[in-house]
């Protein structure tokens, strides 16, 4: 690679790719050429990219004809037909979909986490799902000096994870309950507006559904422990933007809550809010639009010895999905 | 006690008040008179029951003469300086306070679980907080069968908790941020429209708030076990009405997710809600107004053999408070 690169938005229009353009400006991530690509249903729209102007394409065949690095975040259909495209062009992929994250040749990627795995790539490198890396940013750092054995994870997310439509959704339901209307929901099979639900990603036999599998196995892989035991409850909250999840960890051996507060407040991507005096802690109004993940409400485990309780806040979209991508890529260019 | 029984509702104008009359409207109890008590700033205002005008009275000193049953729900300092004066004056005083709770001579009673204890008071009996109450209506059949070590719960707790304003600033603060405006609270600490927080009863020593602690303790006093072990994350949610759940239990021994299923449809107060094939699981808008708790999406736990996860919603001002009251109440009478 040169040492400016011709970067691909693949997925330009959406809540992920939108967040991955703002980062490459602010970042100031060395750009030879940025081009910006969609569905053809998307093309032709315009977006800004520090001052310029710039046109959605339509991806085809050509799309990535000279092109250094994808970013791709249009779901896990397209990514598993073009990413391989991209990369017999002679592109790296950084994929934000699921279709790739549990191959074996396909390094999963937190850069707080396992950097080191970013240069065993075939061309593909995943970007985790949203729930794992908020967990993974906030649990890595405890695991690493004190081993976990068990992950309890309750999620309360936000309807950004579905996309901007999904979003919009939220905020046209709200207003109609509020005007006496019922709510129509269209993106979501159940009314979000003052109402939650379970996490509709598709069921398995497991009972778990497919968000809940994801934080499970794609933990493990990234943190490469197989034998670290995890459960989850994904749920659908109203909020609009970032993501909470309430942990219950079990150790090895007992951490203190003390140390695991030293740990977090010294750990990359982590921010300790905790005002014990106020009731103040992560809310996902106050992580919206931060890179760092929020944690608190650290504390040991009453119905457990070697058990910690903790609450994390998180921007699904930054943290969560468009600046892992970007952090990867800059990680991919930095050595 | 006679065949009919004066009755007096401390507490009336509250959003548990309001319910608790029209529950006994609805469930036919046998009354002699109703008497509707409140603080003297809302004395005056009328409300209805079974089509007559009740005029709500001012509490003082004479409030509880010839009244048989007291159901209370003004708070806990208001219960703590009433009630024994109820007591005094011959009434039994069902609370629904937190004050007398974990008084060892206050028996704390879900009719479904132990209602065997209900006669073992001295004039006061406690109606516990609504999230154990939810909870332990769905736990006690599966701990009856298969003893729980320990529960790791998770909440999602609606505004009504918080009472009648609580509800209402929701709402406003929802139609203030879809104006564009900022939100102003006021009975809760932080925002909740499009948010959400950690529950802000008053944080402990422990780590843990009083939400929280309730959980644990009282769960243990009223299955009369102190050996088992809880631990509990209390979330506010920008819900109007409904708590939901996420538990994850650990028996000593495995049970099955269709043993528990099973047992869970023969329960009382419960109602199996599982459509797998279209995800569609318990949600606190299609639990409001019910008397049941709504359970669903049992699966074995896949981080632990003798563990199972499980969701539920239900009413708060209905289960969780007002219709345990009544429930009590009756059990009372019956026997």
Redesign the interface.
Known sequence: MSRSYRVAILGATGAVGKELIELLATRNFPLADLKLLASPRSAGTTLSFKGETLRVESTDTSSFQAIDLVLASAGGNTSKALAPRAVASGAIVIDNSSAYRMDPNVPLIIPEVNPQEVHQHQGIIANPNCTTILMNVVVWPLHQVQPIK???A?T?QSASGAGAKAMAE??SQ??DV?DGKQPNPEVF???LA?????H?SP?TA????EEELKM?NETRKIFGDSSI???A?C?R????RAH?E?L?LEFHQPLS?DKAKMLLQQAPGVRLVED??????P???EASGLDEVLVG????????DC?L?L?LSGDQIRKGAALNAVQIAELLISS
Chains 1, 2 share one sequence.
């Open positions: 068990r992950i309890v309750s309360y939220v905020i709200s207003r509020l099979p159940y009314p003052f109402n939650l639900f379970l509709n069921m497991t009972g778990y559904c499970i035991r995890i459960t409850t749920v909250v109203p909020i609009l909470s309430a219950n809550a014990w005096q106020n009731n103040y802690f809310m996902p109004i409400r650290i504390r040991q485990d009453l119905s457990h058990g309780d609450w």
